[in-house]
């Protein structure tokens, strides 16, 4: 089965950092997928509000997101207490979305490649809207 191939982006603008937990760590002993998807979250989450913005809240007072896709290509393992630097970059911009780069990394050693498709959507109204020009120039500050 051919596997996903995701690829390293040019830049990337924020970065988080985390040390891996107990609760982060499956059967074999090293990272699971499902701690790396709460990670990528938390990654989100901090990088929104370091903008003065969250998920449900782009700065427009009426749009937040929805994540529509996932994909992950992992290229090595990450143990308990490891160190891992979530390196994110915004980019593939549509009316109504964006998608999301990460590098996961510890030390020098690259751990995982992800990217998350991200709807914009209006929750009051419940539907999908476009995407608030004040959060397009938002990130533009951070470029």
Do not use: C
């Not at 830049?11 to 002993?29: C, K, M, V, W």
């Not at 990528?40 to 782009?58: C, D, H, P, W």
Request: charged share 25%.
């Amino acid at each position: 089965m051919p596997r996903i191939k995701l690829i390293e982006q040019e830049s990337y603008e924020f970065h988080f950092t985390a040390r891996l937990q107990p609760r982060d760590i499956n059967y074999g002993g090293h990272m699971g997928n499902d701690s790396l998807v709460s990670l990528l979250g938390t990654a989100r989450v901090n990088m929104l509000y370091s903008m003065g913005m969250s998920e449900g809240q782009l700065g427009d007072g009426e749009t937040g997101v929805i994540m529509s896709d996932l994909a992950v290509n992992f290229k090595a393992e990450a143990f308990m207490l490891d160190e891992i630097v979530i390196d994110t970059h915004i980019g593939e911009f549509s009316r109504t979305g964006f998608r999301i780069f990460h590098r996961l990394k510890k030390e020098e050693v690259l751990v995982a490649l992800a990217e998350t498709g991200m709807i914009t959507f209006n929750y009051s109204i419940r539907k999908i809207a476009p995407v608030p020009e004040i959060f397009l120039k938002t990130l533009e500050k951070w470029k």
